[in-house]
């Protein structure tokens, strides 16, 4: 999907990625992005339509949905990441409101829009979706899920003509790996790489120098064959 003169709304987007995101969407000529903050948000250029929206918020959601009218592009990027222990339940809770029922959410919410236009959603996922993530176990079980639930929009929205893409991103240099002594991609760059993967129609993008090296690994595995095997259920008892 070519993104000039589209509508595109990004969540999560009064900073690091997704601030970035939303100036990557301007430069491609979008018509209009609506950005979803849950903070008051400026933005010089006026094909920017500032939009509250808290992903767990349900009043939020629902207004949202209600005030944009039309809609091309869903790029669900709100997420919450941090450190903690296993057994810490509170934390994966969290973690779980944030990335996986908020994007669910919002994506129903707004799904009638998309359907309509034929449209695409964005979920930002990551690699730690792939495998467990030992210093943060609540964001990857969080992150893995929101892939699984990412694979059944795909599979169930296909015959509805919305394309589903799952960004599986590596280290972004925003707040949550800041500090760590770890090589991490510009918002940026993975902006660039994310829209870039849309407009080929990449189901699955790896959007960074670290995802990529497992790109050709998840495309030929097992995993991926599964997913299309599954999904080709769906498709067959639909006919």
Not at 30 to 54: F, I, K, S
Not at 154 to 175: E, F, N, S, Y
Not at 186 to 214: H, M, N, T
């Amino acid at each position: 999907m070519i993104l000039a003169d589209k509508t595109i709304l990004v969540t999560g987007a009064n900073r690091g990625l997704g601030k970035a995101l939303v100036d990557e969407a301007l430069s491609r000529g979008a018509e209009r992005v609506y950005a979803g903050t849950r903070q008051p948000l400026a933005h010089p250029d006026p094909r920017v339509t500032p939009l509250p929206l808290d992903v767990t918020d349900a009043a939020q959601v629902t207004a949202a949905a209600e005030a944009v009218t039309s809609l091309d592009v869903l790029v669900n990027n709100a997420g919450v990441g941090g450190y903690e222990a296993l057994a810490d339940r509170a934390a994966l809770e969290r973690y779980l409101a944030v990335n996986l029922f908020g994007p669910y959410d919002v994506t129903h919410a707004f799904l009638p829009r998309l359907i309509e236009a034929r449209g695409a959603i964005v979920n930002v996922v990551s690699m730690a979706a792939l495998a467990a993530l030992p210093p943060s176990p609540g964001y990857a079980i969080s992150k893995a899920a929101a892939l699984s639930m990412t694979q059944s929009l795909r599979a169930t929205l296909a015959g509805r003509g919305v394309d589903v893409h799952a960004v599986l991103a590596g280290p972004v240099d925003t707040d949550m790996v800041r500090d760590l002594p770890i090589p991490k991609a510009s918002p940026e760059s993975v902006a660039r790489a994310l829209f870039d993967g849309v407009e080929k129609d990449d189901e699955d993008i790896f959007p960074d120098v670290f995802s990529q090296a497992y790109a050709e690994g998840w495309a030929g595995g097992v995993s991926k064959a599964l997913e299309r095997e599954n999904a080709a259920l769906i498709s067959a008892a639909q006919d």
